[in-house]
């Protein structure tokens, strides 16, 4: 999965009517959702859904890093490990991706006017 299928992936909430967690949240940004605590109850269920799948392909990506690492370390041994720009960036984009995600959920959780249903 590269990090453009990653970061454009569209997931199908069909029971919330919301395909991307991005959509939600514009649509519906937390300061301005008022009391209506299902919106905030579905922010923070896609905030979780979103944060387990970013979890989880910088897991991946942590992985492939060391992979690439040891590969490169067992070749040359006296060589200094080069990193793959391609990994690098797809790790920061999915970290970057992960501190959008925490940052809609604690201003959601922060809005003292959103109630849980």
Do not use: W
Request: some cysteine.
């Amino acid at each position: 999965m590269s990090s453009t299928t990653f970061n454009s992936e569209v997931r199908d909430y069909n029971e919330l009517n919301f395909k991307d967690l991005r959509i939600a949240c514009r649509d519906y940004q937390p300061k301005k959702i008022g009391s209506d605590g299902n919106k905030k109850d579905l922010i923070l269920r896609l905030c979780a859904a979103d944060a387990a799948r970013g979890q989880a392909r910088l897991q991946e990506l942590e992985e492939k890093r060391v992979a690439h690492a040891k590969a490169e370390s067992e070749e040359d041994p006296g060589l200094f490990v080069q990193e793959d720009p391609k990994l690098e960036a797809d790790i920061k984009e999915v970290t970057d991706f992960l501190a959008e995600v925490k940052a809609i959920r604690d201003a959601c959780n922060a809005n003292p006017k959103l109630t849980s249903a």
